[in-house]
């Protein structure tokens, strides 16, 4: 739900994106000691808090520059009486292009992307912003000279003039004279080359920060990408803030109908030139639609945002007419605003809808799983962490904590490959070594003790399993007769669990998978037919125990849990969104919550995005309660 705001319709910072670094409100009280030109436009209330009159254009001006100059390192001018833009749209703007093209990256090599802006502003803030933060290089065009000129200043101010090319452009103009002028692509096509011989040497030596997804792929990918295609595209995406009225008229009216969800917060700001154009929204992007379809070879995806949502409808009916392969609308969430974004393609191979919605994203329901007192020898969060950590650690995924308290540990991760799958498949390829390593060893030995008797033999071994941690852990999973991980066909080699059969290796042959299912009867049967005492896992109350039960979340019991994680698997006859060559964009992004509340300690999975799909994570899940209750790392 919104969280409501004092006096004021809900705020949506809730629904920001993931990534949008502001979905922490930035503290007015550093900024106002850090940026005179802002403290001038504060106050401050009785209890000592700094107040921002939002009313004022020079206080969000102000505002917006600091923030940029803070938190990015841009020096930006934005000319008097033009429009102010607000940060945590545009982030929520372009993270949402940088998902898309995360999907891109499934399908070519680049690992850098050129991109388009139409009516950049006079603060080029998409640009810069994306140059700065992203990495990518920007053509952009403006029609208003003011706005311009501004562009330009304010690219030269930040020294990004081989990133960034401002075109001027008569108002009739969109796409036109822009995307297949012959100046233009020449830059570009010089640009593409250069970019490519970096991109060679990166991959010599891989640099940059470890949590860009630019280096894991370069890291992931390096063997795979002769299998890609590559992008004929020239651009890979264009994006527009279209001028949103058709008349004056019309931003009053707005803002007055906004009054019904209470008074705005913040004054509007901006020149008419740059927020009204003939026919409004709907026909600014009816025409960049239709131009679209004219440029469908060299542009890879078209975005547009949309103001309005009245006129979503219409928009769609238009973009329907020019048959698109794939398009996607996703809502901006922030503040007291919402807009919203919408991307289409004439590319069949980009599932442009594997982007989830920023909403979607928040309303997905974490998967919970309780840990049990018994297998924690210290039952706190820290403890608790430092055990998942190495689970992460151990699938070479990317995490990013976030937060780290005595009762809470919040941590964003970005997986690359599908490396939590097969597990089953890797121990028994181990047990198998071990076994025949045993095997020889007990031959070896035979033959050296001959005579010496069977109990000389046996110290023997033991000797050798303490050289070898693996045939250690082989044996005291033989020990722990009820395992869930268990192989059952170590006994009967015609069945396998169910667990075995549907959940994990769904990589196995169809033959293999063909193999009759185990009934849960047969699966509570021990190798003796004795019943099986259960796992530590099952042993436990459902308060203490496994997969736990809360009416909010999407959580279950054990068996449940597992049955429904096998079916999903089951329904699937193919390895479905993981995808084999890949390894080049993120196939899994998911929250990760652990928490310790009414004495019990969960760890909570949600989903945000990623080819895997929720499925993944759910196999992610079960890897992790399987290294719980039977740990092999
Ligand atoms: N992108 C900026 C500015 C959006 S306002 C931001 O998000 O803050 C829309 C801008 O588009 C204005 O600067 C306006 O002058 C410009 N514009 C209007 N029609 C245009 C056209 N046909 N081509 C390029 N720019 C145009």
Request: proline share 5%; charged share 30%.
């Amino acid at each position: 739900m919104a969280t409501k705001g004092k006096g004021g319709p809900p705020k949506l910072n809730q629904f920001m994106h993931p990534r949008n670094p502001y979905r922490t409100p930035p503290s007015f009280k550093k900024l106002a000691t850090q940026y005179p030109e802002f403290r001038t436009h504060c106050t401050y209330d009785l209890s000592g808090k700094v107040r921002l009159d939002f009313k004022n254009c020079d206080a969000l001006r102000a505002l917006t520059t600091c923030l940029l100059d803070q938190d990015f390192g841009l020096k930006v001018d934005i000319p008097d009486g033009r429009l102010v833009p607000t940060l945590p749209l545009r982030l929520n703007y372009l993270l949402w292009i940088e998902d898309l093209m995360a999907l891109t990256a499934r399908i070519d090599h680049k690992c850098t992307r050129i991109g388009v802006d139409i009516g950049t502003g006079s603060a080029c803030i998409y640009p810069l912003l994306a140059a700065k933060q992203f990495g990518w290089s920007m053509l952009c065009t403006e029609a208003d000279e003011v706005n311009y000129a501004s562009a330009v200043n304010n690219v030269k101010k930040n020294d990004m003039q081989d990133e960034i090319f401002i075109r001027k452009v008569q108002e009739n103009t969109i796409f036109k004279h822009i995307l297949d002028d012959k100046t233009n692509l020449s830059e570009i096509a010089a640009l593409q080359a250069k970019e490519a011989s970096v991109e060679e040497e990166s991959l010599e030596k891989p640099q940059g920060s470890q949590d860009s997804p630019r280096k894991a792929e370069m890291e992931l990918g390096k063997n795979e990408k002769k299998d890609m295609e590559s992008s004929n595209y020239t651009f890979d995406f264009t994006m527009c803030n279209p001028p949103f009225f058709s008349s004056e008229d019309d931003t009053y009216t707005m803002n007055k109908s906004k009054k019904d969800r209470g008074e705005p917060v913040s004054v509007p700001t901006g020149a008419v030139q740059e927020i009204v154009t003939s026919g409004g929204e709907v026909s600014f992007i009816t025409q960049m639609i239709e131009e679209s379809s004219q440029l469908k070879d060299k542009v890879r995806i078209f975005t547009t945002l949309i103001g309005t949502k009245a006129d979503i409808k219409k928009i769609k009916q238009v973009l329907a007419t020019v048959s698109p392969a794939h398009s996607s609308l996703t809502e901006f969430c922030q503040g007291r605003t919402m807009r919203w974004g919408l991307a289409w393609t004439f590319d069949p191979k980009l599932h442009l809808n594997q982007v989830m919605s920023k909403k979607q994203m928040a309303n997905s329901k974490p998967m919970v799983m309780l840990l049990p007192r018994s297998l924690l020898t210290a039952y706190t969060v820290p403890a608790a962490w430092r055990m998942v950590a190495k689970w992460l650690h151990y699938l070479k995924v990317k995490v990013r904590v976030f937060k780290n308290t005595k009762y809470f540990v919040g941590a964003h991760v970005k997986a690359y490959k599908p490396t939590w799958l097969h597990q089953r498949r890797k121990k028994r390829e181990i047990d198998r070594r071990n076994k025949e390593k045993m095997h020889r060893t007990k031959e070896s030995d035979d033959m050296e003790i001959v005579g010496e008797g069977e109990t000389l033999c046996k110290s023997k071994l033991v000797e050798s399993d303490e050289e070898h941690p693996d045939i250690m852990e082989y044996n005291m999973n033989q020990n722990e007769a009820h395992s869930i991980e268990e192989p059952v066909e170590k006994q009967q080699p015609q069945k396998r669990s169910k667990d075995e059969c549907e959940g994990e290796d769904q990589e196995e042959s169809s033959h293999e998978r063909k193999k009759p299912k185990i009934s849960s009867e047969e699966l509570n049967q021990s190798a003796n037919g004795s019943e099986e005492k259960p796992t530590p896992y099952q042993i436990s109350s459902p308060n203490d125990s496994g997969i736990g039960n809360s009416p909010d979340k999407e959580i279950c019991s054990s068996s449940d849990f597992l049955r429904q994680i096998s079916e999903k698997l089951h329904k699937e006859k193919e390895e479905p969104h993981v995808p084999q060559a890949g390894g080049l964009e993120c196939i899994l992004r998911f929250n990760i919550h652990l928490k310790q509340a009414g004495g019990l300690i969960s760890l909570e999975l949600t989903y945000l995005g990623g080819s895997a799909g929720k499925n993944g994570l759910g196999q992610l899940l079960l890897f992790m309660r399987n290294q719980l209750t039977n740990p092999t790392i």
